[in-house]
């Protein structure tokens, strides 16, 4: 057992909701569900006139991003505003972080605040369990992200996405392309399909882009594009992550795409009604042709938009776990 799956305990109540959301890896498949249907209720709030509703109304979210985001730190406070909190986004390149206070005095600083949430954005593996951990126990934290380790709520919107689209998850299988090795989406993603059922999940990748024994995640791994996208049903493409890349593993980016970039071409050898997803944000003729990204079986736009739903719902569901834990006498309907 890890350091990291020691600490995955500390995401669920006595009554078995979350209180953190952390990692995918260890959840039951009830509480993964439970999940993608609140947000299928939170969807229609943004065609509303006035995209609120008030279960969060006088609670505090903190935004604490160590490492740049755009679009998930967006969709996380707009998922707060719907939710009618308080929003506060901490520029970490500005702040006393920055100047060297450690991350455990950031932590008290912000905790003296009086917020009720910290959504934590960290360049190293790990640090939301820290937080976690070391957070007084009224504080709800969700990872939006930690080194090459998680990012659970980026998967839960990528299988809502699948759902919306499949229906389900029996009979599925899935096709992850790219960068496994430095991609901490794709591991949660993989948790995410084995644990709600799919069928099976293949990685595509050069080997120098793959894990060491990545198949004891329960995958099937293959190098050769063509072959692993036969009769697939869902392609999601992921980005290289050159910041994190020693330029070794990687002869060229021509050459990486002449390989594994995706194009009508290679998506013939998918199912005639497969989706192609991206987490974003796309490198267009490096992972993905412009082609396919703005084809007719892209949903990568309606990700973003769904993932503004899928994050209400996990932080009304966070919130709520924390208020039981504090008075288990309340019950668990998420504030609604």
């Known amino acids: 057992m890890t350091p990291l799956d020691a600490k995955r305990p500390l995401q669920l109540n006595a009554q078995g909701q979350l209180q953190h959301f952390l990692s995918l890896d260890g959840l039951p498949r009830e509480l993964l569900t439970e999940i993608l249907d609140t947000a299928d209720s939170f969807l229609e709030v943004g065609g509303r006139a006035v995209k609120k509703v008030p279960l969060l109304r006088g609670k505090t979210i903190c935004n604490v991003f160590f490492e740049n985001s755009t679009r998930t730190r967006t969709t996380f406070e707009l998922a707060a505003q719907r939710l009618s909190a308080d929003v506060i986004t901490l520029n970490v390149s500005t702040s006393s972080a920055s100047k060297g206070e450690t991350l ?147 002869p060229s980016e021509g050459e990486f795409f002449r390989l594994y970039g995706l194009n009508n071409e290679k998506l013939r050898h998918a199912r005639p009604d497969a989706i192609v997803m991206h987490p974003g944000p796309i490198n267009r003729g490096v992972e993905i042709a412009s082609e396919v990204a703005d084809g007719p079986r892209s949903v990568i736009l309606n990700q973003v938009t769904f993932g503004i739903a899928v994050r209400m719902a996990v932080m009304s569901m966070t919130i709520s776990g924390q208020e039981s834990s504090q008075n288990p006498d309340q019950g668990g309907d998420h504030g609604r």
């Open 104 to 250: 455990l005095d950031t932590l008290r600083n912000l905790e003296a605040m009086a917020a009720d949430m910290f959504v934590v954005r960290h360049q190293d593996s790990g640090a939301p369990f820290f937080i976690a951990n070391e957070v007084t126990p009224r504080v709800a934290v969700i990872n939006a992200g930690d080194g090459r380790h998680a990012h659970p709520t980026q998967a839960m919107l990528d299988m809502y996405t699948i759902r919306h689209y499949k229906g389900g998850f029996a009979g599925l299988r899935v096709a992850i392309v790219g960068d496994i090795l430095h991609s901490r989406v794709a591991r949660s993603q993989i948790h995410a399909l084995n644990i709600l059922g799919a069928e099976e999940v293949r990685l595509i990748g050069p080997r120098t882009l793959l894990p060491t024994d990545v198949e004891q995640l329960g995958v099937t791994v293959f190098t050769d594009m063509a072959q692993g996208l036969k009769d697939v049903d869902v392609v999601i493409m992921l980005r290289l992550q050159k910041e994190r890349m020693d330029s070794a593993l990687l």
